[in-house]
């Protein structure tokens, strides 16, 4: 494939799967969908940018380490199971709320949310620091072979 014509779709379909990613993620406490799926094509987005622009893009473009998403997504996965905890309830009980919409009407959140979040997070570190990884090996092994070693 010509590199302009991977480079364009590149740079006009990542912002779209990843729109559609937090999609799946915000609707799949309800509906088929959640944070595992939405955090896979988050990844995938990521890897069409990687084909088209390589490695130091994607690093440039990712705004923390893939090892502090995973963390920070482990944090929210155990606060979200904790929260109901503090008000008496066992853990990992789904705490509901309404909150005011900009549009009018109400936005129903729960703990649900938080929940996949932090799977979110973990599922598109852990994917992306394998990705990168598999990435930085191959790079290694082409500049070793450049150099004859």
Known sequence: MNPVVLR???RMM?????????????????APGGGFVGGLLAVSALILYLIAYGVKTVQRVVWAHPVV???????IMMGSGTLPMLLG?????GLWTYVPAPWGGQVHLGTPLLFDLGVYLVVFG???????S????????????????
């Open 8 to 10: 364009t779709m590149a």
């Open 89 to 93: 309830r066992p853990f990992l009980t």
């Open 14 to 30: 990542t912002p779209v799967l990843l729109l559609l990613s937090l999609v799946l993620l915000v609707r799949g406490h309800d």
């Open 126 to 132: 852990t994917a992306l620091c394998f990705i990168l």
């Open 69 to 75: 998403l995973m963390a920070v997504g482990l944090l």
């Open 134 to 149: 598999m990435e930085k090996g191959s790079e290694e092994e082409e500049d070793n072979q450049r150099r004859g070693i």
